[in-house]
């Protein structure tokens, strides 16, 4: 009996032992933090909207949100990195991510510059311009292209975020981020963002402006009064 029972005592010491792990405790991970899960974790649009006050100055943005808020953000860390885009007008539509104070911006967009027409040389030849048409109400769409149909567009989180649908990919829809690079009265330009390094491009549009007219040798022609030419 009595080596039956240290029989039994010598397995239980090697079974706890064995356990243990040569004395590091393993540990279960929690089935929330499983990395493919936090992949699927929609980050939050920490964009501010709305119209620039009288009180804007110099390193300054003053704005009142669509919330009802006044809010007098610091301009200068947006200032430092290039991130005020499109001036900066009293009574000017506008985007802006700010810091968790609300203190300082960190990216200000002014979304009525944003807004138009933005064309740039057909990369195929060369010969005619394509481009983008910003519009009113998040829509977006293409200019003289059919290879690339515009859907929709939004800034999120201080990105411009574009919808669209490719020539020859069915009904699917597919969403780009963009980096904004400059944006002024006549110039846009912004970059791929979260794509592959063989498949970044920059865009690099202006503002489409209506050709002057051209006679048959090529003269441009003036614009005339069409009253005095009634008489």
Known sequence: MKKNGM???TAAMMVLCGSCGGGKQQVQLDDSLDSTKMENVIPRDRTIYGICTDGTAM???????DNGDTLALNLVKAQETGKVLGGLQASDRVAVVADADKKNALVVINLNTLMGDWVMPDPIDGSAEIGIRIKEGGVAESIDQSVIVYRTWKIFNGELEIELMREGGGDEEETNRYEILTLGPDTLA??????????????????WKPKPKVDLHGLELEETNDEFNKI
């Open 59 to 65: 390193n300054t943005l003053e704005m009142v949100t």
């Open 190 to 207: 912004y970059r791929t963002l979260g794509k592959p390094r063989d498949e970044i491009e920059t865009f690099e549009y202006s503002r």
């Open 7 to 9: 029989f039994l005592m």
